[in-house]
């Protein structure tokens, strides 16, 4: 077989027939939003402190390392590029085609690379924003769901002071859905495997907006080796769909560098101004 009809092939997989930008994109609808009272605690000298407040803020660990992600091959080019997206592992069994309850299926039949579980996502399914993490730790792995623990409640606590919340009107997961051993950063191989799931949980989502949290999910989604740093506090492209994509700090980063956490305050403030923009 060809490389243009294993492209091919793979493309039918995901159902996507055809991969260029497309005027009449994932974005078409509008469905609930966030309510209006986004700007609430955004003004006054201590805003920074009101979203970062509470919770033991000890250092654990040195201050996340500017490297490259291990983004797989196919994605490994800089933000905005045109890419393919990547391949399911079986175009017979794939996650193309799915519903909610047929992926979450899906997923927990695959290899659990030693991990107790995997950790599919929580929140609004029909939300216009998807928060995207790199992968799930210990409290993660123990319990099935994406950010708990104390990093959790940061986020859980950030969010909250733009007038969002996993409840109501947004989505989270990770880019890996099993726990990778001891903490450690994604494998390519990894991330590979786990990739069509993140793909359809964005197919059956269709969001408006996705927010990147920490440098591995970043760097991943956006198919770059950019520093954290270099990309917040601008809006990129999705490189394989109609999609915006925000950038911010992992809250287990703020939690080893509350110095920081005035940058991801600056951040919040732009994915709050993104998403008022949703009812222009």
């Not at 291990?70 to 193309?96: F, I, M, N």
């Not at 993490?133 to 990093?151: H, I, K, N, T, W």
């Not at 001891?182 to 191989?189: E, L, V, W």
Request: charged share 25%; aromatic share 6%.
């Amino acid at each position: 077989m060809t490389s243009d009809a294993r492209r091919d092939d793979y493309l039918r997989a995901l159902g996507l027939a055809d991969w260029q930008y497309r005027a009449d994109g994932p974005l078409g609808g509008v469905r609930a939003r966030p309510g209006k009272a986004l700007e609430a605690g955004m003004t006054g000298s201590n805003e920074a402190a009101a979203v970062v407040a509470a919770g033991d803020e000890q250092t654990v660990a040195a201050p996340e390392r500017e490297v490259a992600a291990p983004a797989p091959a196919s994605l490994a080019r800089e933000p905005e590029a045109d890419a393919a997206p990547a391949p399911t592992p079986d175009a017979d069994t794939g996650p193309a085609g799915l519903d909610w309850d047929g992926l979450e299926a899906y997923l927990a039949r695959q290899d659990h690379r030693g991990a107790s579980r995997p950790v599919f996502g929580i929140g609004a399914r029909d939300a216009e924003v998807l928060i995207v993490g790199e992968a799930p730790g210990a409290s993660e792995d123990a319990q099935g769901v994406p950010f708990v623990g104390r990093a959790g409640k940061l986020l859980d606590r950030m969010l909250a002071a733009i007038d969002c919340s996993r409840a109501t009107n947004v989505y989270i997961t990770n880019i890996c859905k099993f726990r990778p051993p001891d903490n450690r950063d994604p494998t390519p191989d990894e991330v590979a495997a786990d990739w069509p799931i993140l793909e359809r949980q964005i197919d059956l989502m269709a969001p408006r907006l996705v927010v990147a949290v920490g440098r591995v999910a970043a760097q991943t989604l956006l198919a770059c080796q950019t520093p954290l740093g270099k990309l917040r506090g601008r809006l990129h492209r999705y490189p394989r769909r109609d999609l915006d994509v925000l950038v911010t700090y992992h809250p287990a980063f703020l939690l080893r560098s509350p110095q920081q956490k005035s940058k991801a305050w600056a951040d919040l403030k732009m994915i709050a101004r993104h998403i008022r923009s949703f009812e222009r």
